[in-house]
């Protein structure tokens, strides 16, 4: 048993030390699609999960959760998000890393559902429209970069990270009598940039991986993610609330 958990540890360290998918060597030896082909199943299978995200979310759009319930969709969310990548990254099988893709696109949806009930429609859609078109062209352009962008990565996901910190800083702040000097608002177009750059970055990186079908999987999941992101602070700063 401990040689497997030793092996299983090996692993885990592997695949997410320094964003584990991005950490793959590109070997054209292994490629076994072509570079379009490629990066059109990566946008299909994001598509994917944007439309299971959206079909979850009209599942639960009646859903008036108590304050308990809103905490567990939370929980929902983070533990699904984690398990559904988990499965995706360290599978070497496409059909796996999808199955893990779909864990991650439902926990997203399913929590989304309330929150977007809070939203009229035609805001739902035009922010989901605009938002749609960045993650396209910001990903049309990481794609044709033909210079590694990968240094980049850490010092997003280090900026990310602080983000989370200040994000979960206004609450605490508040239950401990204190207002906090930055509003909401400036987290979010801060989020909106780092995440909008993140998306170049990430399309550099999984053009820069073997053309594999699990490839294209694992990196759309990480775009997805950006997608997500950039979504929900669009909405919060521009979505019209209903009376």
């Known amino acids: ?58 599942l639960s759009s009646y859903w008036e959760p108590s304050p308990w319930g809103t905490m567990l969709l939370c929980v929902l969310m983070i533990v699904g998000g984690m398990f559904g990548s988990l499965i995706a990254i360290l599978s070497p099988k496409p059909g ?17 559902g309330p929150l977007l009930a809070m939203y009229t429609d035609a805001d739902i859609a ?5 938002t749609l078109l960045v993650v396209i062209a910001l990903g049309t352009i990481g794609a044709l970069v033909p210079k590694s962008l990968g240094g980049i990565g850490s010092l997003l996901i280090s900026s990310i990270t602080i983000l989370l910190v ?31 750059v993140l998306v170049i970055v990430d ?11 699990d490839n294209a999987v694992d990196s759309a999941v990480a775009i997805y993610l950006d997608w997500f992101n950039i979504f929900i602070r669009l909405l919060s700063l521009n979505g019209q609330r209903k009376n």
């Open 126 to 130: 035009h922010i989901l429209g605009a």
């Open 166 to 196: 200040a994000y979960l800083a206004v609450p605490v702040s508040n239950l401990l009598g204190y207002a906090y000097p930055i509003p909401f608002s400036v987290l979010d177009w801060v989020g909106i940039i780092l995440f909008s």
């Open 1 to 58: 048993m401990s040689a497997h958990l030793r092996k299983l540890k090996r692993g885990l360290s592997k695949q997410f030390d320094g964003m584990g998918v991005w950490k793959r060597k590109r070997d054209h030896s292994h490629d076994q699609l072509t570079p379009g082909i490629y990066a059109f199943i990566v946008s299909a299978v994001t598509a994917a999960g944007i439309l299971v995200t959206f079909l979850f979310v009209g």
């Open 96 to 112: 796996t890393s999808f199955t893990g893709f779909m864990i991650v696109a439902v926990s997203f949806g399913l929590p989304l």
């Open 203 to 213: 399309w550099n990186r999984a053009m820069r991986l073997a053309y594999t079908l």
